[in-house]
């Protein structure tokens, strides 16, 4: 009986343990915005999905805007023919000048590559994108994508290894996001115009509808801004806000590098012809080599 009892104890605190976890879910931290029933909330909050179809995409944003944060999202792509179809994942801020930080992911032909393009604005102006391959199927199963944003730098991450750093080049008279605070937003919509080889690879309707799956959404690295106030107090511990400093340590640095050498396929800090008079200043801080 007490090996019973034990048993019975342990079931209702695994229980009590799920149901605990449960509440912490997509609808308490996300918005579903457009879509007219093309996106959903699922298995009581653990899943999001977005579709899109010839009529309409999708979309979402979360229900708080954040100044600075570590911020994660586990995403599975649209699989097979997802030519013509991209899959947004970002942060930003509202207006003319607005910040924003972008994850783009650009369907492809099946068994062809889909493209990673990641871009920062800072006071309205973008342009400043690079684009990788990745080194998994994105399309097959969950993948944590992540954006660590302090006052020194962005850092974009893909499974724990970063991908790209954007450094804070004030210094050189760079405008840096750092005064407006940002929701995340995300969309699934149709862009053949452009997304697949330039627009050459049309949306294949017949595939229709294409959906992208979102999982374990993790804001709690991150200050929340609301009524012109943040979360991130002075008295907050210095434990609980070490990202606020963060940096790539060597290992990291070694990683970003191979990840840039090996799948790196577009870099507007390397293409001269856009740039003949010379790369745009935030180049020379923001290098791997």
Not at 114 to 130: A, C, D, M, P, W
């Amino acid at each position: 009986m007490a090996s019973s009892s034990a048993s019975i104890s342990l079931l209702i605190s695994l229980l009590l343990g799920s149901f605990m976890v449960s509440t912490a879910n997509l609808y308490q931290d996300l918005d579903i915005t457009w879509g007219d029933g093309r996106a959903k909330i699922l298995n009581n909050g653990d899943l999001l999905t977005l579709s899109l179809d010839k009529a309409s995409g999708s979309g979402f944003q979360s229900k708080n805007e954040y100044l600075f944060g570590k911020i994660d999202m586990q995403l599975k792509l649209v699989p097979g023919n997802s030519a013509g179809t991209v899959t947004a994942y970002y942060l930003s801020s509202q207006g003319s000048t607005h910040d924003e930080i972008d994850f783009e992911f650009l369907g492809n032909l099946t068994g062809e590559p889909y493209i990673l393009h990641t871009n920062v604005f800072s006071q309205g102006k973008g342009n400043r994108e690079q684009q990788f391959y990745l080194w998994f199927d994105p399309t097959a199963d969950f993948h944590t994508y992540s954006i660590l944003w302090n006052p020194q730098r962005i850092i974009f991450s893909v499974d724990g290894t970063p991908i790209r750093e954007f450094k804070n080049a004030e210094s050189l008279g760079v405008a840096y996001p750092k005064n407006q605070a940002m929701r995340i937003y995300s969309s699934l919509w149709n862009a053949d115009d452009w997304a697949t080889q330039g627009g050459r690879v049309k949306t294949d309707w017949t595939q229709a509808p294409f959906t992208a799956s979102y999982r374990n959404f993790n804001a709690s690295n991150a200050c929340v801004w609301s009524s012109g106030s943040s979360s991130c107090s002075s008295s907050s511990s210095s434990s609980s806000t070490s990202w606020l400093s963060e940096e790539l340590d060597s290992t990291s640095q070694e990683r970003l590098k191979w990840v840039q050498k090996n799948y790196m396929i577009y870099n507007y800090c390397a293409d001269t012809p856009r740039f003949p008079q010379g790369f745009p200043p935030e180049c020379a801080l923001n290098t791997s080599s």
